[in-house]
C-alpha cells in the first residue's frame, strides 16, 4: 500500500492514504502553522451522506470497510479564515483505498457547508500550511494501481468566498519503476 505526501513535494507521491489511515474517527490535525486547541471531533460519514452535493455513487459506496470502521480520512485545520477549523474529507475504496472523493467543508450559520468537492478517482486533498492541495493521479492504459503515469497537484487558495487554483504541477512517471515497461529491442 503507498501513502500521500503532504503537498507534492516528495520525488514521488503515491495513491490515497493507506489502508492503516482507513477507520472511523480516523483523523489527521493539520493547519496552517499555528498552533490550536485540539479540534472537535465530527461524524464524516453523516456529513458526506447529508450533503446534497456529494454524488450519489459516492453515497451508495460508502459502506463500512470491517465493523463501523468506514473508509474515510478527515482533517481539521484553517483553509478559509473562518471561526470554527474547516474540515476535508476523503472518501476511499476498501479493497484499494482509492480515493473517490475529497471533500471540504467550512462552518457557516452553525453548520458544515461543502466548499469544495473533487470526485474523479483517483483524488485526495490535503491540508498544507493552511492551503488546500489536491492530488489527482493519471494512469494510462494498462497501468496498475499501484503505479500511475503522472499525477496532478492542484493548490488552492481561499478568495473570499470560494477556492482559487493557486499553482497547478504535473509529474510524470517512469514506467520502468515496478517492472511494468519491457526492454525495447530497437532501442540500441
Not at 10 to 17: F, L
Not at 147 to 172: C, K, L, M
Request: glycine share 10%; net charge negative.
Amino acid at each position: 500500500m503507498t501513502s500521500c505526501a503532504t503537498g507534492g513535494t516528495g520525488a514521488r507521491d503515491e495513491g490515497p492514504a493507506g489502508s492503516d489511515a482507513v477507520a472511523k474517527g480516523s483523523i489527521t490535525q493539520a493547519g496552517s502553522g499555528s498552533p490550536s486547541r485540539t479540534p472537535k471531533r465530527v461524524d464524516a460519514v453523516k456529513i458526506v451522506k447529508d450533503d446534497p452535493a456529494v454524488g450519489a455513487a459516492v453515497k451508495r459506496d460508502l459502506k463500512p470497510c470491517v465493523a463501523d470502521e468506514y473508509p474515510v480520512d478527515v482533517s481539521y485545520g484553517d483553509l478559509t479564515g473562518g471561526s470554527s477549523n474547516d474540515i476535508v474529507i476523503n472518501v476511499m475504496t476498501c479493497a484499494d483505498a482509492v480515493g473517490v472523493g475529497s471533500y471540504v467543508y467550512r462552518v457557516e450559520n452553525g453548520r458544515y457547508q461543502n466548499v469544495f468537492k473533487a470526485e474523479e478517482p483517483p483524488v485526495y486533498a490535503e491540508i498544507d500550511r493552511g492551503d488546500l492541495v489536491v492530488t489527482q493521479q493519471l494512469y494510462e492504459k494498462g497501468d496498475p494501481v499501484s503505479y500511475p503515469s503522472s499525477e496532478e497537484v492542484i493548490t488552492y487558495g481561499w478568495s473570499a468566498t470560494r477556492f482559487v487554483e493557486q499553482s497547478r504541477i504535473h509529474n510524470d512517471y517512469s514506467n520502468a519503476v515496478g517492472g511494468t515497461s519491457s526492454p525495447d529491442p530497437d532501442a540500441n
